[in-house]
């Protein structure tokens, strides 16, 4: 059933990205009257699931999906319909057009998926609003993964800034310190004072590589006591509400290193050093057989914050999300085609996508995956590879500045190299999916 639901809602979100980026160039280009032969969800080689015809347009859901397509009258695209361009230039086809009037209609899908992030965006923030652990409210600091710790970070650092920008979500940390092209230079709060390091983009590079990222910090959970459940406990003079700060003279605040240095001192006694509102005391505790002292403990709770907007408020918020949401895949994508930062393993195909859907239904977090992947559909696109939006509106653009059509035969030669350069990085991503998921 879990992987019914990732795959329902990998399908729903394809159908209404792909359906809505060609549906930008279908309404443009009938803006200007040209003619459209196609509308089709998803590829339809030799055969398609269903179709319909309606006026001079086919509208059909092929069986490939690995996007879809509109069939532009007079213009070249993967339909690669040479026979056509042969025939006498009709009035109402691509061809005819002035070149502006051909650029809107190249781009007007990017600008749809733009769009639909954008709405997105809007109504999660007016429905759901955003919701963030705040960095500030880390008031015991973070305990850090080992791979955080090679890069300079200790147990305890409140990180204050990074590259001189303060921190405001927890979530942000890990991205910030990665999309980079340059060293980071952080400053932290350890032991009450300040303190600077800069971070090389290499260790950043193979952080990243190593996926030190992932759980990289936990926000710290100190040895506070909430109630006694032993007699040996409350011997020793163990009270609810008490803090233990120290264990045998040695400073420590995460709980988790308590758990584990008690369950190496199993049948023995220990020094606790325990702050009792104005007092400090040290007192000799046993533990017993399995390590535990005979206590519960108090969990600090960090609250998670809400940030709500009226629904005019989510308007601005939606776009500024947008915005930020393509500024980092960008940042990403520059960092992928850099050989030296071997980026470009992560590089994923359907079933990375179908993988950051979650196993139970949920309509935010859905939401904002259409959201994102409408980005990467619009960034993608906008590349200036033949057969993509971005290469049809590069040369078009040429032509704008030039005033020189590229010939038809360019075009048909440009075609089939963009078509050959997807088809690899199709190859690639899928490639590296299966190595990954069922060799690695």
């Known amino acids: 059933m879990d992987i019914l639901i990732k795959i329902l809602q990998l399908f729903m979100a394809f159908t209404l990205l792909v359906g809505i980026h060609e549906l930008g160039h279908f309404i443009m280009a009938r803006v200007f009257g040209i003619r459209v032969e196609k509308f089709y969800i998803f590829f339809d080689p030799w055969f398609s699931l269903f179709k319909f015809k309606r ?40 061809r005819a057009k002035p070149a502006w009037q051909r650029f809107l209609v190249m781009i007007a899908g990017i600008v749809m998926n733009v769009l639909l992030a954008i709405v997105i965006y809007c109504g999660i923030c007016y429905t759901w609003g955003d919701q963030y652990f705040a960095n500030e409210d880390a008031v015991y600091g973070y305990t850090f993964n080992e791979a955080a710790h090679g890069l300079g970070f200790q147990d305890g650092d409140k990180i204050l800034s990074i590259d001189g920008e303060p921190i405001e979500d927890v979530n942000e940390i890990a991205m910030s310190l990665l999309l980079t092209e340059s060293d980071r ?20 590079i193979d952080f990243r590589r190593e996926k030190g990222y992932v759980d990289m910090l936990m926000l710290r959970t100190p040895f506070r006591i909430d109630s006694v459940a032993s007699a040996s406990a409350a011997a020793a003079g163990l009270l609810p509400g008490d803090e233990v700060v120290a264990f045998n003279g040695e400073k420590c605040i995460e709980f988790g290193n308590y758990a584990r ?30 390590g535990k002292i005979g206590v519960t403990v108090a969990r600090h709770n960090y609250q998670l914050r809400t940030r709500n907007y009226t629904f005019w408020q989510s308007i601005p918020a939606g776009i500024r999300r947008t915005g930020d949401v393509i500024v980092n895949y960008w940042e990403q994508l520059k960092l992928i085609v850099q050989p030296k930062t071997q980026m470009y393993e ?95």
């Not at 069939?71 to 691509?94: N, Y």
């Not at 240095?261 to 057989?289: F, I, W």
Request: glycine share 8%.
């Open 55 to 94: 006026g001079d347009t086919e509208y059909g859901l092929g069986w490939l999906p690995l996007g879809g397509y509109v069939k532009i009258a007079g213009m070249i695209d993967e339909s690669l319909d040479t026979e056509q361009m042969q025939q006498p230039v009709k009035q109402d086809e691509f």
């Open 185 to 204: 230079t952080v400053r932290v709060e350890r032991n009450g004072q300040e303190t600077t390091f800069t971070i090389p983009f290499q260790e950043l």
């Open 346 to 440: 992560e590089l994923g195909g359907f079933l990375a996508i179908g993988s950051i859907f979650p196993s139970a239904w949920d309509w935010q977090d859905f939401w904002s995956k259409c959201a994102f992947l409408s980005i990467i559909l619009a960034v993608m696109n906008i590349l200036p590879i033949p057969g993509l939006d971005g290469g049809h509106a590069l040369f078009t653009l040429w032509e704008m500045i030039t005033r020189r059509k590229p010939s038809d035969r360019f075009l048909e030669i440009a075609q089939y190299i963009g078509l050959a350069i997807i088809l690899v990085l199709l190859v690639y991503a899928n490639g590296n999916d299966i190595y990954r998921f069922f060799i690695k």
């Open 261 to 290: 240095m008690l369950s190496e001192h199993k049948s023995s006694d220990v020094a606790l050093t325990v702050e009792r509102g104005d007092s400090t005391l040290v007192l000799t505790v046993p533990v017993n057989a399995d």
